[in-house]
Nanobody, 120 residues
Framework: QVQLVESGGGLVQPGGSLRLSCVASGTFLSINIMGWYRQAPGKERELVAL???????NYADSVKGRFTVSRDNAKNTVYLQMDSLKPEDTAVYYCYILVQSRIWITDNYWGQGTQVTVSS
């Protein structure tokens, strides 16, 4: 029904920047929420940033002021701009989407994950 393709991960030095992208394709009425979670080795998956259809955003305290989530609704794409990266940001980052599939039905989907490594 819906597929998510992530890109933009990689290796970066502490203090550097990366921009992640996630493109959604498939059949749905609208996209209600788009955003990002991450999972570090030995830890559970945690919220990073979310954006709803009205443009409101929600960030984890650990990334607030450093990361910015944004959307291009015409392209069904969500971005995560990551600045001032720290080693503790190292994780697999997963795109998340909540879509209005039908009038009474919502469905959530996950991207395949992209590795972000912050190391000197």
């Amino acid at each position: 029904q819906v597929q998510l393709v992530e890109s933009g991960g990689g290796l970066v030095q502490p203090g550097g920047s990366l921009r992640l992208s996630c493109v959604a394709s498939g059949t749905f009425l609208s996209i209600n929420i788009m955003g990002w979670y991450r999972q570090a080795p030995g830890k559970e998956r945690e919220l990073v940033a979310l954006s709803n259809s009205g443009g409101s955003t929600n960030y984890a305290d650990s990334v607030k002021g450093r990361f910015t989530v944004s959307r291009d609704n015409a392209k069904n794409t969500v971005y995560l701009q990551m600045d001032s990266l720290k080693p503790e940001d190292t994780a697999v980052y997963y795109c998340y989407i909540l879509v209005q599939s039908r009038i009474w039905i919502t469905d959530n989907y996950w991207g395949q994950g992209t590795q972000v490594t912050v190391s000197s």
